[in-house]
């Protein structure tokens, strides 16, 4: 059993240091190397993170790969380059830590998910939200039935992000990017619902430009149902001034709110008692001991997962989730609305390969 994982991160941007932070964080994981497009970001960034010997910089992913041989590639860079990094490193025999979303397209996910089979190496994405002891206790009470059945949800991420933000060449294109905000951003929200309700049986979705100037969605509306019966009203947004990440689960028992930005701790989630179950209440409060969504706890648990042999935690399980909602969106939207379950988008003839798609401009 390796005893301390040799890590290497891919793209050195802002994302990369939370990735770093977490490595050094962990009593048997080192930071090795790193590479970037940009060789003075990756150096600069080697730097800042050097405990002792600074990690080594690499002009490109093959060398570092037949080089250092990382037990853990660490992928931080824009998802069009995902696929194609993720196979060199799980070729190369490393397991895989993608950043969201995991791939601009299902079929490339699956491309991902199958190398990662054959290499018998593990992929994991990083959905950060689904983190956190308050997280974990409100899906530990919805799949116990403390609560009741659940009914309704409401998923938002209403974002703000202004012209400058989408002056970066690789955004807002369905070529670079691979979509607007509903990959972008509202994947998160859709990852932490989708956490806590399961799986899902229909979406209706719709993509609006109301008033970016870009090729994809600064808007979309779409309602899901899931296979548990809920029915949930999804609204994302890039357009938002007034920003809010949240998700309201209304059950037979209780309402269930998280409303927070970027991340979430105790003091973001409540517990509202229907009438009648006040006196429950008490069963339903959140751990005494408190730990906030982060990537931290994530990148802790896969590694001591990796570490031990084990399978995936929870936080790190049903990478393909996430991105089949989002794609579902896409493929509906691309069908006027249609109806999209999940045996459609299994043999979608077009939305498995990328999600470009009809947006109605209402400016």
């Known amino acids: ?77 824009p998802p069009g380059a995902h696929r194609e990094q993720t196979l060199a490193a799980f070729a190369a025999g490393s397991h895989v830590i993608v950043e969201k979303p995991p791939a601009p397209s299902l079929d490339e996910l699956d491309e991902m998910r199958a190398a990662a089979d054959a290499a018998d190496r593990r992929l994991a994405v990083v959905f950060q939200q689904r983190t956190g002891t308050a997280a974990a206790h409100v899906r530990s009470l919805l799949q116990s039935g403390a609560l009741g059945r659940p009914l309704l949800a409401v998923c938002q991420t209403l974002w703000y992000r202004d012209e400058e933000y989408f002056a970066v060449p690789w955004r807002g294109t369905w070529e670079t990017e691979g979509g607007g905000t509903t990959l972008g951003h509202g994947i998160h929200q859709l990852d932490l619902l989708g956490f806590l309700l399961g799986d899902w049986a229909s979406v209706q979705g719709r993509l609006w430009r109301l008033d970016r100037d870009t090729q994809t969605e600064d808007t979309s509306t779409a309602t899901i149902t899931f296979a548990n019966g809920v029915v949930a009203q999804v609204v994302t947004s890039a357009v938002s001034p007034r920003q809010t990440s949240s998700v309201r689960i209304d059950t037979q028992r209780a309402t269930v709110t998280v409303d927070h930005l970027y991340g979430h701790g105790h003091e973001n ?46 936080t790190a399980e049903e990478p393909a989730r996430a991105l089949e909602l989002v794609a579902a969106i896409y493929a509906s939207a691309a069908a006027d609305g249609a109806v999209v379950t999940p045996a459609d988008l299994a043999a979608h003839p077009t939305h498995r390969s990328g999600f470009a798609s009809p947006v109605t401009d209402m400016r």
């Open 1 to 77: 059993m390796t005893t301390t994982l040799r890590c290497a991160i891919v793209g050195t941007g802002a994302v990369a240091h939370l990735h770093a932070r977490a490595v050094l964080a962990h009593p048997h994981a080192v930071l090795v190397a790193v590479t970037d497009q940009t060789r003075p970001t990756a150096e600069a960034f080697a730097a800042e993170w050097a405990r002792g010997a600074a990690p080594t910089v690499y002009d490109s992913l093959d060398v570092l790969l037949a080089t250092e041989r990382p037990d853990v590639v660490l992928v931080c860079t």
């Open 269 to 314: 989630w409540v517990i509202t008692p229907a009438p009648g179950f006040e006196d429950d209440a008490d069963d339903w409060d959140l751990p005494a001991i408190e730990e906030r969504s982060d990537h931290a706890p994530l990148l802790r648990d896969v590694f001591d997962a990796l570490l031990s042999g084990s399978p995936l935690p929870p």
